[in-house]
């Protein structure tokens, strides 16, 4: 279709244009996502088989030096004369043998079976005292460390191979090793990005990457009520936790629960963050309008509601929708006024699971709108004033200049903020267990109730009933869902492909 | 004469010390056979109780300089510190480092012994439902002194805290459960029998009625008034064993419960128990099932037209059911990870003793445990603390309960009040048992 015949189009043939357009680029957003994960793997492989074929080049043309280098690290640097990096890559080897016989053989040596000996209890002088046996847990954690810095090591390994032969090339043609001085020099200059970022990447690895390595592989164990470090042991049960998941027979309550509460999860999403975009913006706009009085007045009344913690306006909102509260109290004085005489008792949280799924989506709505409203204002009162005027002058309608103006625009800069808040809305804790906890209950779902989410189940499994392995499973899948969704809708979005737009 | 009863003593201690290596069994069974006082008896391996509340000093051996943390309940912290001061001053020879009090409520402490015992407390208060927990996870240590806590506490409470014939905790209190608390001037004290006259007294005076039908450790009075009575666990250690029950006899009963909640909707209200003292003191309470720890809040609302009385009957089909409700103790625990295992077996006997607890019960009217106490004023003087007893009667105790209890029993009482149950359904309700029932014992 070219563009002429597009600005034919009536709006809602338009609309329909635009949303069968969408609807046919999911397919292949989906697939260009699946082929560059694939690229990436084959990427990946070639890599190594390269890495292999350098690996016996190198020795086959390696001086005596550089072969040694091959068992002890950092020889091929030392017989060049590069001392310092010699020692260094030396030292690295030393501290790993020490570090491997002295801590991590113990544990990781138990790594396949996660522990055979249980702990018992013993008597002594009339004190009982435990024996401890295998702890699981431990040798989970440990392993994993082990493995990181067993990879760390090996990535040294090869780049002392790689620095041995360079200094055989180099010394070949006559060359000096460079001083540590000039290496210095080097850091704080042409290579000052590793200074900067090796602290932070450091950390990074210790407090994000290891425990999210140890949280992945608890999901392929039994780790729950019944195997409890340190009295008893857990082992591994390969994929048995994702199979409870996807269980579909009838009477599997864990597949049943699973499949139900991802639904509404993304029900619940959606709803959250559209609710909240759309009115926010509403309510902005009609601040943000010309001839409104007061704009500073009714944005603090809203931004007010921000000055509460949010935990506790859910906990008091909680509360006030009790049978005995304040809004069911406020109700039948209401009804009082107008003749009534029952008292009204409105099950807002604990009654059908619609109405008290529509009691939380409208208080996420009222405690959500305020930052929504934040962020809208700022962006409107950014938008350039010349565009609307030459829009006015060309005699564009209110609302004209909204759709052609201030909502491709706005759309441009929040696309990426609305990711962030869908995905935090997928995992929106706070708002599901401190309104319903999870409620109202039924005998359908294991653990959970008709308005808890993948997350707040996931917290009730973990600390209710210790279904820690479940739980990592669950983690793990929501996980998943939440990368997938981001990357597809981030790589569509304008803000991604047109950086340039409205600058 | 002596002599012989040195050489007597000396005897009996190796014998235990062998009887010690033979693993720790017999606890429950030398209950009966010894009547007399608890004074240093050498039971054990060798552990020397002195009294009802000290044992000999040689028992911290290695142990000084000691810090330990202790866990109690939010209510009995200032007690608890004053307690702890008395047990350094009893051990003059002993360096107390820091022993640190710590709000910690009794049903959360399991729970939180279990998700980092490394550094929990070392010794904590908990209730009886969580001590399969703490051992399966072998994160309670047994108690050293069982011969003498054996002796000086109530029966029941050292069975609930016995299992496979070893004693892991020590028994704190014999109270934790709930009874009918009324306002005197709404429900006549005749009334109180029947949960239908105390609904028709409510409901004539424009007064509701509490009962928290949203939390399984209420609800399941249910369940258990119906006949599905549990019993304790299967061999896997976790899953929830229940008694043979009549299938048909336990839907009419739940049918009974729900025909009068909807008989009496906007009576019969199912609130947190937090609400019944409010309720009381705003006047719009008639009668609810409050837990014995609310007793005080209750009394002070209601001042002399406080009534407290066992749970009622319910009439099924022409006979009168008791209401059986959920009963439980509070314990004791060591921390089996503890660094100083000698002291925190001491000061958990101390804390247990028969002082702490007469102190407790004059002071936070907790119903005690030991024998002694039990016969003082305190106890028998106390209308709360005879309801209480009556009520333990009528009860199935709380021990034993598998983490998937609570929910499902929850939701069986949130189904018996909906509003859109129809209590005549039989149907429903005995797919709504045979679904809580395979709930909680995890089938599916």
Redesign the interface.
Do not use: R
């Given at each position: 279709m070219t563009y002429v015949e597009y600005k034919m189009l009536n709006p809602f043939q338009r609309f329909a244009y635009n949303f069968k357009r969408v609807l046919v680029s999911v397919p292949r957003a989906v697939g260009n996502f699946f082929k560059a994960i694939g690229k990436g793997i084959a990427k990946f492989f070639i890599g190594i088989v390269k890495g292999f074929k350098n690996y016996g080049v190198t020795f086959a043309k390696g001086d005596w030096a550089t072969k040694l280098s091959y068992l002890i690290f950092g020889a091929g640097d030392l017989h060049k004369g590069k001392y310092y990096k010699g020692i260094l890559f030396f030292l690295t080897e030393v501290l790993y043998i020490l570090y491997i016989t002295m801590f991590g053989w113990g544990y990781i040596s138990k790594f396949g079976t996660l522990g055979t000996v249980e702990?018992s209890?013993q008597?002594v002088?009339?004190?009982?005292?435990?024996v401890l046996g295998d702890n699981s847990m431990l040798i989970l954690l440990y392993s994993v460390l082990t493995i990181v810095v067993t990879v760390v090591v090996f990535a040294i390994y090869i780049a002392n191979i790689k620095d041995a032969y360079k200094h055989q090339v180099m010394k070949a043609n006559g060359e000096k090793p460079t001083s540590l001085r000039t290496d210095i020099k080097e850091f704080l200059d042409g290579k000052y990005h590793i200074t900067l970022l090796s602290f932070p990447v450091l950390m990074i690895c210790v407090f994000n990457i290891l425990p999210l390595l140890f949280m992945i592989l608890i999901a392929f164990t039994n780790y729950d009520?019944?195997h409890?470090?340190?009295?008893?042991l857990f082992t591994w049960v390969g994929m048995e936790n994702f199979k409870d998941l996807f269980n579909l027979v009838e009477?599997?309550?864990k597949g049943k629960t699973f499949v139900e509460l991802t639904g509404w999860t993304l029900l619940w999403a959606v709803l959250a963050t559209f609710t909240n975009y759309i009115l926010g913006m509403i309510v902005a706009l009609m601040i943000n309008k010309k001839g409104i009085k007061f704009k500073g007045l009714w944005r603090t009344l809203f931004v007010i509601a921000i000055a509460v913690p949010q935990f506790v306006s859910l906990l008091l909102m909680n509360q006030m929708l009790?049978?005995?509260g304040a809004i069911n109290v406020l109700l039948t004085q209401i009804s009082h006024m107008f003749g009534g005489t029952e008292?009204i008792?409105i099950?807002f949280l604990?009654?059908?699971t619609l109405m008290a799924r529509a009691t939380v989506v409208i208080v996420n709505i009222w405690v959500g709108i305020p930052y929504t409203i934040l962020s809208m204002s700022g962006i409107l009162m950014n938008i350039p004033e010349d565009l609307y005027e030459s829009a006015r002058i060309d005699g564009a309608s209110p609302v004209k200049t909204f759709t052609a103006i201030t909502l491709p625009y706005m759309i441009f800069v929040t696309t990426p903020q609305l990711i962030t808040t869908f995905v935090g809305n997928i995992n929106n804790f706070n708002v599901i267990y401190l309104l319903t906890g999870g409620?109202?209950?039924?005998?359908?779902y294991?653990?959970a109730g008709r308005t808890d989410i993948l997350v707040t189940w996931l917290f009730k499994l973990s600390?209710?009933?210790?279904d820690y392995g479940l739980a990592a499973a669950i983690g793990i899948l929501v996980f998943i869902v939440c990368a997938t969704i981001s990357l597809i809708v981030y790589n569509n979005s304008k803000s991604m492909k047109d950086e340039e737009a409205f600058s | 004469m002596k002599k012989i009863i040195a050489v007597l003593m000396a005897g009996m201690m190796t014998a235990s010390v062998f009887a010690?290596c033979g693993g720790?069994g017999g606890s429950s069974g030398s209950s009966g056979s010894s009547a007399s006082d608890t004074q240093s008896s050498a039971d054990?391996?060798?552990?020397?109780v002195k009294d009802a509340n000290l044992v000999d000093v040689s028992?911290f051996?290695e142990e000084d300089n000691i810090s330990l943390k202790v866990w109690c309940a939010h209510k009995a912290t200032g007690l608890v510190e004053k307690q702890i001061e008395e047990f350094k001053k009893a051990y003059p020879e002993k360096k107390f480092e820091n022993i640190e009090v710590v709000a910690v409520g009794e049903g959360d402490a399991g729970?939180q012994m279990?998700n980092d015992?490394s550094t929990a407390a070392d010794v904590f208060s908990f209730a009886s439902d969580q001590l399969n927990?703490l051992v399966?996870?072998?994160?309670i240590?047994?108690v050293?002194f069982t011969k003498a806590v054996t002796e000086m506490n109530a029966e029941t409470t050292v069975e609930a805290g016995t299992l496979d014939g070893t004693l892991y905790a020590y028994p704190q209190t014999n109270d934790n459960g709930y009874y009918l608390v009324y306002d005197k001037s709404v429900v006549s004290e005749d009334k109180t029998g029947k949960l239908e006259d105390i609904l028709a007294a409510c409901k004539d005076a424009g007064k509701k009625f509490i009962f928290d039908s949203?939390n399984g450790f209420y609800s399941c009075t249910y369940a258990f008034t119906a006949g599905v009575k549990i019993n304790g666990l299967e061999k896997?250690?976790?899953t929830q064993k229940f008694t043979e029950y009549d299938e048909e006899e336990a839907v009419k009963t739940l049918q009974a419960f729900s025909k009068l909640m909807h008989d009496y909707s906007?009576t019969y209200?199912s609130?947190d128990v937090a609400?019944i003292a409010s309720g009381f003191s705003t006047g719009?309470l008639g009668a609810g099932i409050d837990g014995s720890w609310n007793t005080a809040a209750d009394k002070d609302a209601l001042k002399d037209n406080f009534g407290a009385a066992k749970l009622p009957t319910i009439n099924v089909d022409g006979t009168d059911k008791q209401l059986v409700s959920l009963f439980g103790y509070k314990y004791i625990g060591v921390n089996?990870?503890s660094k100083f295992?000698?002291s925190a077996?001491i000061l958990a006997y101390y804390l247990a003793g028969e002082t702490c607890q007469q102190q407790r019960a004059e002071e936070l009217g907790w119903g005690p445990s030991n024998k002694n106490v039990q016969q003082m004023d305190v106890v028998t003087k106390s209308d709360i603390q005879q309801a209480i007893k009556a009520q333990s009667e009528n009860a199935c105790v709380q021990v034993n309960i598998a983490?998937?209890f609570?929910?499902?029993m929850?939701?069986?009482g949130?189904?018996l009040i909906?509003?859109?149950t129809d209590p005549s359904d039989a149907d429903y309700f005995k797919k709504?048992l045979q679904?809580?029932i395979a709930?909680i014992r995890?089938e599916?």
């Open positions: 702990t209890m008597k002088n009339g004190i009982p005292k435990p009520k019944q409890m470090p340190p009295g008893t009477g599997a309550k009790q049978v005995n008292t008792e099950q604990n009654s059908t409620g109202p209950s039924t005998e359908q294991y653990q600390m209710d009933t210790q | 010690g720790s054990d391996g060798g552990a020397q028992m051996g729970t279990l015992a927990k399966g996870a072998k994160v240590a047994p050293a949203g896997d250690g976790v906007g209200t609130l609400q719009t089996a990870a295992p000698a077996q983490t998937t609570w929910d499902p929850a939701n069986l949130n189904k909906a509003d859109k709504l679904e809580t709930n995890d599916g």
